[in-house]
């Protein structure tokens, strides 16, 4: 697992910090769809993970990028609720998220 993670980290510091960026939000997505899921069952994935990543942190991101390499944990949720009660992220969930939604039914 350590060779997993500094194999990881070692690719990270090739990359321009665009390319950090876009592998860091999108392994940091892959840790938030299965809390999503878990703790909000029936929520669009797609839309919904993407409005948690737009209001998170750097440190936030950081830190569910580095849960996406180990498994959603406990502080996986946490982080994830924390995001998700914020006005903007409720907003984004509402105009982003609501509309996939009610196309479903």
């Known amino acids: 697992m350590k060779r997993?993670?500094?194999f990881a980290t070692l690719a990270l510091a090739a990359c321009s910090s665009a390319q950090q960026d876009f592998l860091a939000r999108d392994a940091a997505k892959q840790a938030v769809r299965p809390v999503l899921a878990d703790r909000f069952?029936?929520?669009p994935l797609e839309p919904?993970?993407?409005c948690i990543i737009d209001?998170?942190?750097a440190q936030e991101i950081f830190a569910l990028a580095a849960d996406?390499?180990?498994g959603p944990t406990a502080s996986?949720?946490?982080i994830v609720t924390r995001i998700v009660s914020?006005?903007?992220t409720?907003?984004?969930l509402a105009t982003e998220g609501l509309p996939v939604l009610l196309d479903r039914l």
């Open 4 to 6: 997993l993670v500094l």
């Open 41 to 43: 069952p029936g929520i």
């Open 48 to 50: 919904a993970s993407d």
């Open 55 to 57: 209001n998170a942190t």
């Open 68 to 70: 996406s390499v180990t």
């Open 76 to 78: 996986t949720a946490e």
């Open 86 to 88: 914020r006005p903007e």
């Open 90 to 92: 409720i907003q984004c």
